[in-house]
């Protein structure tokens, strides 16, 4: 305990009170003040003199920020499932540990990816909006606000991992037909759920409902783009809690404002925060929201508390639950 008292961690926005708790019950804990990421000078300097970091998606941990980190920094402890924010590849160069969230936030992501589909087809936020802005006139109308059914209908899932599985357990249940897309097949979901295995094209022409579940990666950014945009039914609705860059934004649009798709739910943007001025938010067939997928109190909770144990582990010489980069191993083993 003495040695592992003299540790320090630098973490990059405010935590769960219960996880920072642990963190301070074990280390010297400085957490940055502000609701913004710290710049990047701020996260230079900090490298430097810190023995871990836990930080967001929202925190850019290039090349360059790691180069700069001295040998005292053993660990990168990411609150979120994905990880491009980090160079994963210069971390493990360097003997850095790197971790992540996963599981935890699958069935809260699950629950708001289906939310918003159901809100994206029957045009909830337009209602809302219609309401308060004085626009209902009449009692009951028969045309009024009309929008596409979900029960019986097609979905399209493009990624069948753990979100996107867990996304088809929730079609199954209003009587879907369920395609997939994946660059891996997920024969478990075709037995336990029925779900066809189909290629993207297929995919795309007949789907309801596409939603995204992939990470960000060289092959995945613009995956929505014009070409396959203009694949899907006029009728169709595009759901996307994956990563921005996944949908080219200027095609979307293109794709909303002259018809060729229904409407779309996003709840992420290319840049976040995305512009108020941004076209997209000036159509009324896009349901937005701030990338808040996976924001319950239960699961934010979670998700900070098992970041926090995975730097614990780092720090106290283990290899953590939670591993991405394991060639890491071979460069710096660990110690107990």
């Known amino acids: 305990m003495g040695e592992t008292a003299r540790k320090k961690v630098f973490v990059t926005r405010a935590l769960p009170e219960e996880a920072l ?7 010297e804990v400085e ?38 980190a001295g040998e005292r920094l053993k660990g990168i402890s990411q609150v979120a499932v994905g990880y491009d924010n980090i160079d994963v ?28 589909l159901m809100a994206t087809a029957r045009r909830i936020a337009e209602a809302d909006r219609y309401v308060r802005g004085g626009k209902w006139k009449i009692p009951w109308g028969l045309m009024m606000l009309l929008g596409q059914d979900v029960w019986g209908k097609t979905i399209g899932i493009i990624g069948m991992g753990r979100i996107g599985s867990a996304v088809a357990r929730r079609a199954k249940g209003m009587n879907m037909r369920i395609l997939y897309y994946d660059i891996v097949r997920n ?3 075709e037995e336990e759920l029925g779900a066809e295995y189909v290629d993207l094209e297929t995919l795309l022409k007949e789907s309801d409902f596409v939603t995204l579940h992939v ?20 009728t169709a609705c595009l759901i996307n809690t994956s990563r921005g860059p996944v949908v080219d934004e200027k095609a979307l649009y293109k794709a909303l404002k002259e018809g060729w798709i229904w409407a779309a739910g996003l709840d992420v943007w290319e840049k976040e925060p995305t512009d108020p001025d941004n076209p997209l938010l000036k159509l009324e067939n896009v349901t937005a929201s701030p990338h808040i997928a996976s924001a319950s109190y239960e699961t934010r909770k979670r998700m900070a508390i098992m970041a926090v144990e995975n730097l614990t582990a780092i720090l106290e010489g283990e290899v953590p639950p939670n591993l991405v ?12």
């Open 89 to 116: 590849e210069a971390a493990t160069e360097k003997g850095i540990y790197v971790t992540n969230t996963p599981g935890v936030l699958t069935e809260t992501t699950a629950d708001y990816a289906f939310a918003l």
């Open 31 to 68: 957490v940055w003040p502000g609701e913004t990421p710290p710049p990047k000078s701020v996260l230079i300097e900090k490298v430097k003199e810190v023995d871990g970091i836990c930080c967001l998606l929202t925190d850019r941990i290039d090349r360059e920020v790691i180069e700069a």
């Open 21 to 27: 708790n642990i963190l301070k019950s074990k280390f």
């Open 187 to 189: 024969k478990k979901v």
């Open 215 to 234: 990470p960000l990666l060289p092959s995945t950014h613009h995956l929505i783009n014009e070409d396959r945009l203009k694949l899907m039914k006029r």
């Open 325 to 336: 980069n394991k060639e890491v191993l071979k460069v710096r083993p660990p110690t107990t």
